[in-house]
């Protein structure tokens, strides 16, 4: 599980392992979410699919990479993950169509705080069961806060079991008490309005689902299982700077507080200073200072970096940590990815 704060290079950091892996013989599959079009593009991954693909290692190949394992990778389809879900824990066809059709539903599924990250440590929990990986590379979401992933199942069964849910499977909770007359005409005068009959979709889909809250809540307490298990391992991804450091210090005492296995540190784009104060022969003078300005800055930012990181390792008692430095272009290519499993499996 690579998790970390927004932006800092989870999504690189899955992929390139992955890449890593499968160089050495494992059948690998990663399952990225959001990841920028052009890193897609160049893992094959024209559009969001719930099943892996196989990546053809040529496109690896061309770039040095050999592929001595297999490498799967799929796009996370957060919606098509919950209807897969309904479609497996309805009682039958025809009640799964009647949810998945539900307007109440399509609005839930497409927006329910937490329902990427439940669907991706979901799709993880079903990969897990049915394919035969020896290796399973989760990214998570671009979470402003990556404890929003560790919640996503007990949010989702809290909600399940939350007050609103069982009141309207109550039969004389709400959605027995939403017919009485004053709210009937609500309703229609709504119906009328907006050409939707909410109070059929409401019932349609708490009486749809109410059969399915226990299969439902079982599926989030296995699939929160994963978290804990011995298999599983953490990885914080951060970057060297001020407010991910802490949110990754934050992040460590969460995973240690709940039991959940931490691995390592990766420490991403890390600035470094360049040259040793002598400038080359032949610069005009305004040239000289811009570059003497620029190798300046950048040694502020190398110095800086390095306090953060020394603090961090200090935090968090030392762990196995791998730097991985800045790069001179954003990672959206084969090329780039295999620059970035270079540093993260180098030998040093
Ligand atoms: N070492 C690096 N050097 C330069 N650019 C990098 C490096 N690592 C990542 N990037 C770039 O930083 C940006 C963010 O990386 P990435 O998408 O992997 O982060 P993320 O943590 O997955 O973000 P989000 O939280 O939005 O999902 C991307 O444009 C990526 O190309
Ligand atoms: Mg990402």
Known sequence: MCAGSGGVGKTTTAAAI??????R????????????????????????????????????????????????????????????????????EATAQEVL?????????????????????????????DGDYDLLVLDTPPSRNALDFLDAPG??????????????????????????RGTGVVFSIMERLTGVDLLHDLSVFFRALGGMVDGFTERARRVGLLLTDPGTTFLI????RHDPVEEAIFFHR????????????????????????????????????????AAHELAALAERDAANVEHLRSELGDPPTIVVPELDGDVHDVEGLALVRGHLFADD
Request: aromatic fraction near 6%.
């Open 25 to 92: 013989g494992l059948k690998v599959a990663v399952v990225t979410i959001d990841p920028a079009k052009r890193l897609a593009d160049s893992l094959g991954l024209e559009e969001l699919g719930n099943e892996p693909r196989l990546v053809d290692p040529e496109r690896f190949s061309e770039h040095g990479v050999e592929i001595e394992g297999e490498l799967w990778a799929l796009m996370l389809d957060s919606k098509g993950t919950f209807d897969e879900l309904i479609e497996r824990l309805a009682p039958d």
């Open 237 to 240: 991804v951060t970057a060297p």
């Open 18 to 23: 992955a890449m890593g892996m499968a160089e």
């Open 155 to 180: 949010r989702l069964t809290g909600f399940f079991q939350g007050r609103a849910m069982q009141m309207f499977l109550r039969p004389a909770g709400i959605g027995g008490r939403i017919l009485g």
């Open 254 to 293: 969460k995973l240690r507080d709940a039991d959940m296995p931490f691995g390592g540190l990766v420490v991403n784009r890390l600035h470094r200073a360049v040259g040793n104060g002598a400038l080359p022969d032949g610069l005009d003078e305004e040239l000289a200072h811009k570059v003497e300005v």
């Open 101 to 129: 059709s539900n307007r109440i539903y399509q609005q839930l599924s497409n927006s329910v705080a937490g329902s990427q990250e439940f669907t991706a440590i979901a799709k993880l929990y079903e990969l897990d069961q």
